[in-house]
């Protein structure tokens, strides 16, 4: 059972209507994140595909390989950040050299 639904007490939309002042910053911060995302996401796969097709000169499919493994990659860097921040890890060692 979801934590929202298991709690006794369940505010009501005009408790959470008047924290909005409260909170307006980071609501807006995370509005521009998301658009920033949403950018930067159409920038990686549609104009880096339109590039290695037409400047490289790679077929259809060979053009996807370069993307699939730069974003396995960056998959692999954010898990090892979750797994490092939280468990610390002695420095030095290959996960929290990724980490950073």
């Not at 595909?49 to 390989?65: C, P, Q, T």
Request: charged share 25%; net charge positive.
């Amino acid at each position: 059972m979801p934590r929202f639904l298991a709690r006794e007490h369940h505010p009501s939309r005009r408790k959470y209507s008047a924290r909005w002042p409260e909170s307006w910053r980071i609501v807006l911060a995370r509005m521009l994140l998301a658009v920033i995302a949403t950018a930067c996401f159409y920038l990686n796969t549609v104009h880096r595909l339109a590039f290695r097709m037409n400047v490289l000169k790679l077929s259809e499919d060979d053009g996807l390989i370069p993307g699939f493994v730069t974003t396995l990659r960056i998959y692999r860097r954010a898990e090892a950040r979750q797994v490092a921040a939280q468990t610390e890890l002695p420095s030095g060692t290959r996960a929290s050299m990724i980490a950073r």
